[in-house]
């Protein structure tokens, strides 16, 4: 018998069967004609996802680090200024990242489990009339912490002053599971992987290029070899792409454009509504200070104060054999997280609701067993899901 349950880490995302078998394809020689139609059919998907109008979809065989990688060699030089909030452990490493490219980078620290501050970034950008920032970076959904920020607001900061500089936004743990608009939000570079909204294996990153970084590319002096842009743009495959995972690509986007992009939006909150009514009950707190800032594919969950969670997410794994969110950097040990994104139901996620309630209540957690549970199950109760789609 198998004991492999769901996982509820915020990527790597659990694996449709479909998709699976799409990854699971004979050696293609990616020269012969066999590649083209794949390699086309992904792109495609990926440029609705994303919702792209305009501009390029750039697939390399990395995680999504490289992703973060690509757009900043691609576009930028050697000191140049780059805008960027420090507020969960992946905004700190993209920042830290930038900083070993020799990037000159303005940090605005703010506290762990708030968003992008856009008003301090207003004043900043308003400030720089010469136009020494090259580029402002935008977490989307901070995933250490589930926060979202508001992509929008930072793009009408920039064209409140009538800034230049790039808009490069990480959307790791967003894109293909909650709202994201390149095109209408005036992304420059869109990054993520193929691990966690497109419910794939780990091993592509996706990024996502404006006109205007395609611009900026032509002049941008940090050195990148395997990461340039120009060999993607010129040869398509400048090496050997991942045949396997760009089918899977393919399937996944047909599969998210199947549910309809607003019904994979919806199904998010939803599932992610259930688990915030259960960590109410529970009488605990999102990670996030505001619900305006809740993640949809990750909540948080501080725990009292004496209960370590990353020895609760190792009880859980150990004795329940399912996997949740340990807390990293700031956070590392006063919080657990629960991954609700990707091919996740409401059922899977009272799943994940009751383990977790268990492995808190071995660890000494005061909480009620069955009261989140229950508390998700009125949501879902009383917020039905959609009707299950005929598959394509
Ligand atoms: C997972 C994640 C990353 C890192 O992606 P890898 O694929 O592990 O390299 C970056 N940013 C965010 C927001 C993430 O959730």
Known sequence: MSSQNPVFIPGPTNIPESIRRACDIPTMDHRSAAFPPLFERAKTGVRKVLKMD??????FPA???????????????????????QHGMFSLKWIDLCQRHGLDVEVVKCPWGEGAPVDRFAEILAADTGHE???????????????????????????????????????????????????????????TGSQKGFMLPVGLAVVGVSPKALAA????????????????????????????????????????????????????RRIAEGVRAAVAAWGLRPC?????????????????????????????ADAYHVAYGAGLGEVAGKVFRIGHLGMLTDVMA???IATAEMAMADMGVPVTLGSGVAAAQD??????????????
């Not at 580029?135 to 064209?159: C, I, M, P």
């Open 350 to 352: 009272l799943l994940g």
């Open 217 to 268: 590319m032509e002049g941008a002096k940090l050195s990148r070899c395997f990461f340039d842009f120009r060999d993607m743009l010129k040869l398509g495959t400048p090496y050997t792409p991942a045949v396997g995972l760009i089918n899977g690509l393919g399937a996944s986007c047909d599969m998210l454009l199947a549910e309809g992009l607003d019904n994979v939006f919806a199904r998010h």
């Open 54 to 59: 305009e501009g390029e979809v750039i697939l």
């Open 133 to 191: 920032i090259k580029a402002v970076l935008v977490t989307h959904n901070e995933t250490a912490t589930g926060v979202v920020s508001d992509v929008a607001a930072v793009r009408a900061a920039l064209d409140a002053v009538n800034h230049p500089a790039l808009l490069m936004v990480d959307g790791v743990s967003s894109i293909a599971s909650m709202d994201f608009r390149m095109t209408e939000w005036g992304v420059d570079l869109a990054v």
């Open 63 to 85: 995680s999504g680090t490289g992703g973060w990688e690509a757009a900043i060699t691609n576009t930028l030089s050697p000191g140049g200024k780059v805008l960027a909030a």
């Open 379 to 392: 949501y879902y109760r009383t917020n039905k899901a959609a009707p299950v789609q005929a598959a394509a």
């Open 288 to 316: 996030a200070v505001s619900p305006a800032l809740y993640s949809d594919t990750v909540t948080a969950i501080v725990l009292p104060e004496g209960v370590d969670g990353n020895a609760l997410v190792r009880h859980a």
